[in-house]
Nanobody, 125 residues
Framework: QMRIVESGGGLAQPGGSLRLSCEIS????????IAWFHQAPGKEREGVAC????????NYVESVKGRFAISKDNAKNTVFLQMNTLKPTDTGVYYC??????????????????WGEGTLVTVSS
């Protein structure tokens, strides 16, 4: 059974940066696309970025393009989300999810087969 643990959230100022980590264990993730989701206070959860199993295809929601970058380190079983030029609207809980046999280049998945519990990001001055 796959286990996903997010870390790296915290408080950042507008314009600042944070790097989130998603550590995956317990199952092979060779055939999984990994995605990050954002749930702002009082809003629905939204996919923001994904990366395919080989790490050579990524996709982003329009609102984070040019500011966020998703990457993976297979040796460490970890996916990262580098968040730059943060805005107050980036505030919320960020979840990492694994979706089996999803083609990331076609779009960010709407959900996942396995989820972490999330990490809170607060962007405020």
């Amino acid at each position: 059974q796959m286990r996903i643990v997010e870390s790296g959230g915290g408080l950042a100022q507008p314009g600042g940066s944070l790097r989130l980590s998603c550590e995956i264990s317990g199952d092979t993730w060779n055939f999984y696309t990994i995605a990050w989701f954002h749930q702002a206070p009082g809003k629905e959860r939204e996919g923001v970025a994904c990366i395919n199993n080989y790490g050579d295809a990524t996709n982003y929601v329009e609102s984070v393009k040019g500011r966020f970058a998703i990457s993976k380190d297979n040796a460490k079983n970890t996916v990262f989300l580098q968040m730059n030029t943060l805005k107050p609207t980036d505030t919320g809980v960020y979840y990492c999810a694994a979706r089996k046999l999803w083609v990331c280049s076609n779009g960010i998945p709407l959900g996942g087969d396995a989820w972490g519990e999330g990490t809170l990001v607060t962007v405020s001055s």
